[in-house]
């Protein structure tokens, strides 16, 4: 019974060295921004190493004594962060299967392109800014990995979010990067709006957010019978929402190629295996939601194929290898989707951890693709085969260009969100917008004054401080 | 008796500091109010810490009690930083006195118990804007002319029975703080005062929202439910309205002004919600939104001064000469919608929860006016401070005043995320006696 406790309490601790690591890290970040220290990038890679490798070490030790005692799930309550008698807000961590095989690929891929990007980005004027963003992204992980309740999935999701679009924007002496970080925190936002919601609707239906008054207090994946009402299926629907809009799954699937504007290590692990799959894992989660709406599941499969063909066919056509890379891996992710549609959850999380893995490992070759062919050529003494197009040719030649357009304008989903949801939202506020103006002008009878320029008086007084 | 008088004498401090500022030469003025709101701030922080809530009054008529002692410290600091955030430049004699007596006039309307006194003073803060903008010789007509309207219907009210709670009367005082808090139809004044003053002044009118002290006061218990519905529906419509606006500003000052009536917006839904939760939230909301809306407009102050009003149509890029700038305004910009890990977190958790009550298509629109606010401020981050390689032959790094501002703002907005728990505690109870669910600890002595 003694010894019992004790490996319960040493999970316990394990578990928060896992977040707590990345939570030091970025403490230590914001304590030299306040103190305005810069620390050097052998400091900064130091610190990255030992706190990633702290917490994957903490994660290697759970899965160990987990699999060891055959405990199949621990809880980690923080206790109640706010209590009132009509709202309970609850931060709670879970180490089960699931979260543990989620955290253990976050940490170990963390792990590599905390190394990779100490030599990538060596020199590089934003070299601090990119290990902020990393630190934020991988609590934001890391707090969704373990998360048992609906607030602390969301707060980890935020972070997720946030710490995607400003790498996005990394290369942001161009206006290009930050343009399209923009439009990926529009479709981010979009749906979070849809796990919001899902959160609320959850404490009502629950009286709490916890996951397991949701599907049951089972160790993932065994759950026992939800009960089926009309919630339950509004709930449903705004989870696979937001779980689209962060798998860039249809409707969301322009924002992938955008994200290719960030460094290759971002892009490599974000796009390519971690962020891309926070989706899947969302709906892993809540995957007795879906066993108690077949309807749902047939959604969750169309939707999770539909993407992979429409991945499928815009990945045939990029010409550049991050653009193919990220179809190519959306391709799989739908894939995914289905499998967890149809039931496989074992399955899906395999797919999920292999696919990962590979992806990363193409991505991170990407910038020495060139090289790599040529040692290809070199080994083989002759170039590669082209890979022939096995069912495209068969086609009549109007269907062919067709799809070949529809392909190479990523099947004109961009231009549709901009036509009908983006232009029409933006062309009313700014009708609104012209009308405000009118009426100020008529009431004030004043003309809005034009920018001043710079006060030069304070730009002198700045001067006069620096040392 | 003793903590009576030190609740006088931190009432009458920055009245003092006025007195310092007429009668010294006009060379001490900013010292003296950065000295007197500091003191102010320090006073504040001891009277909550210290002093017994609800045993202080003065006069019988300015009470330290569990609504205020709280809110205290919060509109101290909001006053100190906007003064902290001011260039030496611009802060004239004139402009110190306004900074005072606006700290003064929002700490009496807070301790205010009086309903007439809270009501004369809510009045008196309209007249500090109005100075700034003849000093400056900038038309005032459409601040006089919505100021006017909310005169009159104050006016009205009081003639129509407030004094008996007239259903007439206090929907009236209702409509009149509706026009002062510029929810909408009425909140044209807001652009107009934030592009034509100073933003120092616009928002010391704006973030103490005495609108909400006047309706938690006066207003909460007797009003009839139905008009409290009303107003909810138009604050919900205004939080949307706005936070769509501030999407598409062009002028930095126009989409700071949308984007705190959007944000004052839902403070005001939180309190027409008329339940504990909601009032909760909306105590919550209001300490969070103004700490996040006051570090906002120091960053775009800061830049303002260095680089002049920017235009939100193209790239800027001053990351780079810039960058305690550019986190302050991410970071507090986000605090502003609820971004986890901030003071905004909880207070907008609870403001969603609160609102399922009355429907998921609330709760929905809330959301929507959070996200749209969030699309504002990251279009806004990226104009001002990505998208171009700024260069200059001077450093324009922030000096050692501003530097302060800066540590102040970002420890309160983390550091205060995790004080969240007690204060949620506290405004729950707070809220309840509001409410008349619990008897108020002042009544029960």
């Known amino acids: 019974m003694g010894t019992c406790m004790t490996v319960l309490q040493l999970l316990t601790g394990l578990g928060l060295t896992i977040v707590g690591m990345p939570v030091t890290l970025l403490l230590v970040f914001l304590a030299t921004f306040l103190l305005q220290r810069k620390l050097s990038e052998v400091s900064i890679s130091r610190l990255v190493q030992i706190a990633v490798n702290i917490s994957l070490a903490s994660a290697v030790l759970c899965a160990v004594l987990m699999l060891w005692r055959g405990i199949a799930q621990h809880p980690i309550e923080l206790g109640d962060w706010v209590i009132t008698p009509y709202y309970h807000l609850k931060f709670e961590f879970v180490l089960d299967v699931l979260s543990l095989s989620y955290v253990l690929l976050t940490l170990l891929l963390c792990t590599v392109i905390a190394g990779f990007s100490t030599r990538y980005l060596h020199r590089e004027s934003g070299y601090g800014r ?316 004043e003309q809005a004054p034009p920018p001043s320029k710079p006060d030069e008086l304070a730009i002198v007084s700045a001067m006069r401080k620096q040392p | 008796m003793m903590p009576s008088f030190l609740l006088t004498s931190l009432l009458a401090l920055p009245f003092a500091g006025v007195l310092g500022c007429l009668l010294l030469h006009e060379a001490w003025s900013l010292r003296i109010s950065l000295g007197t709101l500091a003191l102010f701030l320090f006073g504040s922080v001891a009277a909550m810490l210290w002093l017994p809530v609800a045993a202080v009054d003065v006069a019988s008529m300015f009470v330290l009690d569990t609504l205020a002692a709280p809110l205290l410290p919060v509109f101290a600091l909001v006053h100190l930083l906007s003064h902290l955030g001011t260039a030496k430049t611009v802060t004239s004699s004139g402009y110190c006195i306004r900074s005072l007596l606006a700290a003064g006039l929002s700490a009496l309307a807070l301790c205010c118990h009086d309903e007439y006194v809270l009501l004369a003073l809510l009045v008196l803060t309209v007249m500090l804007p109005l100075w700034e903008l003849r000093e400056r010789g900038r038309s005032s007509r459409t601040f006089v002319v919505y100021m006017s309207v909310f005169c009159l219907l104050l006016g009205a009210s009081l003639l129509s029975g407030l004094a008996e709670r007239t259903p007439l009367g206090v929907g009236l005082l209702l409509l009149a703080l509706m026009v002062r808090g510029g929810v909408f139809p009425a909140h044209s004044w807001m652009p107009v005062l934030f592009t034509s003053a100073t933003y120092g002044t616009s928002l010391l009118f704006v973030l103490p929202l005495m609108e909400i002290l006047v309706i938690v006061r006066v207003l909460i218990t007797t009003i009839p439910t139905w008009m409290l519905d009303i107003a909810g529906v138009l604050c919900l419509v205004s939080a949307v309205y706005c936070g769509g606006l501030a999407l598409v500003q062009t002028q930095v000052s126009r989409f700071f002004a949308f984007l705190c009536l959007s944000q004052t917006s839902l403070v005001m839904f939180a309190v027409m919600l008329h339940t504990a939760n909601g009032v909760t939230a909306a105590l919550c909301l209001w300490m969070s939104a103004a700490l996040g809306l006051t570090g906002l407009a120091f960053s775009i102050r800061a830049l303002e001064s260095r680089f002049g009003a920017m235009s939100l149509s193209e790239y800027h890029g001053h990351y780079e000469q810039v960058p305690g700038l550019a986190v302050l305004f991410l970071i507090t910009g986000l605090a502003c919608v609820g971004f986890p890990g901030t003071v905004g977190f909880v207070p907008m958790e609870l403001l969603f929860s609160g609102s399922y009550e009355k429907g998921l298509w609330v709760s929905g629109t809330l959301a929507l006016a959070a996200m749209l606010n969030g699309i504002a401020i990251l279009r806004a981050y990226f104009s001002l401070f990505t998208g171009k390689r700024q260069q200059t032959s001077i450093s324009l790094s922030v000096t050692g005043r501003e530097r302060a501002g800066i540590v102040l703002i970002t420890l309160m907005v983390f550091g205060a995320a995790w004080l969240t728990p007690s204060v949620v505690d506290s405004r729950h109870r707070t809220a309840e006696e509001l409410l008349g669910l619990q008897p108020t600890l002042h009544a029960a002595r």
């Not at chain 1, 709006?193 to 994946?221: K, R, T």
């Open chain 1, 130 to 445: 990119f290990f902020v963003l990393y630190a934020v992204f991988l609590l934001g992980m890391v707090t969704a990995a373990l998360s048992d309740t609906v607030e602390t999935l969301f707060a980890g999701w935020e972070l997720v979010g946030l710490a995607s679009v400003l790498l996005i924007a990394f290369f942001h002496s161009r206006p290009s990067p930050p343009r399209n970080g923009l439009r990926v925190w529009i479709i981010y936002r979009t749906c979070d709006v849809a796990l919001l919601l899902a959160a609320i609707l959850m404490h009502e239906v629950n009286g709490a957010g916890d996951f397991d008054h949701l599907v049951g207090g089972e160790a993932w994946p065994d759950h026992e019978d939800v009960a089926v009402g009309p919630h339950f299926a509004v709930l449903g629907v705004l989870f696979v929402i937001a779980a689209a809009g962060k798998s860039a799954l249809l409707p969301f699937s322009s924002w992938l190629p955008r994200a290719m504007e960030g460094p290759t290590p971002s892009s490599a692990i974000f796009y390519g295996a971690l962020s891309v799959h926070l989706g899947v894992f969302l709906l892993l989660r809540i995957s007795p939601v879906l066993d108690s709406a077949p309807w749902l599941s047939a959604i969750v499969v169309v939707l999770g194929l539909a993407s992979a063909c429409f991945a499928y066919l815009a990945g045939r056509v990029q010409t550049d290898i991050k653009s193919a890379l990220a179809f190519a891996s959306l391709t799989q992710v739908g894939i995914i989707i289905a499998e967890i549609g149809f039931g496989l959850r074992y399955l899906a999380l395999l797919h999920l951890l292999g696919h990962a893995c590979l992806r990363t490992l193409q991505f991170l070759r990407a910038p020495s693709m060139l090289h790599d062919h040529h040692q290809l050529e070199n080994a083989i003494g002759t170039r590669p085969r082209d890979e022939e197009l096995p069912w495209e040719q068969k086609l009549p030649a109007p269907a062919q260009l067709r799809l070949y357009r529809f392909a190479l304008e990523r099947g004109y989903l961009d231009a549709l969100l901009e036509k009908l949801v983006a232009q029409p939202v933006l062309a009313m506020f700014n009708t609104f917008n012209r009308w405000e103006q009118r009426w100020a002008l008529w009431l004030d009878d």
